[in-house]
């Protein structure tokens, strides 16, 4: 059965760091495109970052971009979001997204990921 489990979210001082994990099972990790989205109370879900299955190319949104790593490890079927320089509205439950076979078709839509985690929530405190 295809399960992203998500762990690493929880409660961290603005301009602290956390790192999140997905594991994925191996059906979904094989050439995958991951990616990693945020969902904030009242706001749609939006894009964080990706990662392609092979090389890997990444992608991350601006209000990202130089304070998040996207990673992952193939061996272990793990994908990783390092968060650095958190702000307040990076508060959000993160989710992990799986789209197998993809490679490296990285895309900043939701809907183009047909599996996902339940999410782990990030409190960023002022």
């Known amino acids: 059965q295809v399960q992203l489990v998500e762990t690493g979210g929880g409660l961290v001082q603005a301009g602290g760091s956390l790192r999140l994990s997905c594991a994925a099972s191996?059906?979904?990790?094989?050439?995958?495109?991951m990616g990693w989205f945020r969902q904030a109370p009242g706001k749609e879900r939006e894009f964080v970052a990706a990662?392609?299955?092979?090389?890997?190319?990444?992608y991350y949104a601006e209000s990202v971009k130089g304070r998040f790593t996207i990673s992952r490890n193939n061996a272990r079927n793990t994908v990783f979001l390092q968060m650095h320089s958190l702000k307040p509205e990076d508060t959000a439950e993160y989710y992990c997204?799986?789209?197998?076979?993809?490679?490296?078709?990285?895309?900043?839509?939701?809907?183009?990921?047909?599996?996902w985690g339940q999410g782990t929530q990030v409190t960023v405190s002022s």
């Open positions: 990662i392609s299955w092979n090389t890997p190319n990444t």
């Open positions: 191996l059906l979904t990790f094989s050439r995958s495109v």
């Open positions: 997204a799986a789209e197998p076979y993809a490679s490296d078709r990285m895309s900043a839509s939701a809907s183009e990921y047909s599996y």
